[in-house]
Each structure stands twice: as C-alpha cells, then as structure tokens.
Nanobody
Framework: QVQLVESGGGLVQEGGSLRLSCAAS????????TSWFRQAPGKQRELVAQ???????NYADSVKGRFTISRDNAKNTVYLQMNSLKPEDTATYYC?????????WGQGTQVTVSS
C-alpha cells in the first residue's frame, strides 16, 4: 500500500507564498500521474495542478502563473509552490497519485490565506 503524506500548509497573508510537499512511501511518482487537489468548505474538490509520469504539466486556470508543480524522483516527493496567494486559495490541499488500476490520496494539508 502506497502512503502519501502532505506537509507545508499553514496560515499566510494575501500575497504570500507557501510550498507544499507530498512524500510517497515508494518510488511511485515517475510512473504515475500526480495531482494536487483542493477543497474549500462547502465546495467540491477541484484539480489544481497535475504532472504526468512523463513530465507533462497542467494547471487550473485559477492558479496559472502563480502555482508551480514539480517533482523530485530521488526523494519520492512532489511539490506545489504557491505564490501570490489569495484568500480564495484557502482550502485543504490533497495530493493524489494515479496509475492504471490504482489511486492514492494523502490526508491533506490546510492552507489559509488571510486578507
């Protein structure tokens, strides 16, 4: 069973930055599509950023130009660098890794952006 552990969340002022990390218990990211999702209270979980095993990257329109997803295969870790944070970025952020037949979620990390 693969375990994903997110870290790096916290409270930050509008315009600030945070870097989230998602560490896997095995070397899964190079053969998986790894995504960051977020869910705000009362809202559906939404895709924020995604990186495929081959390195193709996609972002939600709401975070383009502000967030950057990256991966360090040697450390079995995927990152989400978040800059120019806005109050509407406030949510619990989840890491997800997918490969055919398997999907894994982390427990989430809370990001709160104050205005």
């Amino acid at each position: 069973q693969v375990q994903l552990v997110e870290s790096g969340g916290g409270l930050v002022q509008e315009g600030g930055s945070l870097r989230l990390s998602c560490a896997a218990s095995t070397s899964i990211f190079s053969i998986s599509t790894t995504s960051w999702f977020r869910q705000a209270p009362g809202k559906q979980r939404e895709l924020v950023a995604q990186i495929t095993g081959g390195g193709t990257i996609n972002y939600a329109d709401s975070v383009k130009g502000r967030f950057t997803i990256s991966r360090d295969n040697a450390k079995n870790t995927v990152y989400l660098q978040m800059n120019s944070l806005k109050p509407e970025d406030t949510a619990t952020y989840y890491c997800h890794a997918y490969r055919p037949g398997y999907g894994y979620w982390g427990q989430g990390t809370q990001v709160t952006v104050s205005s």
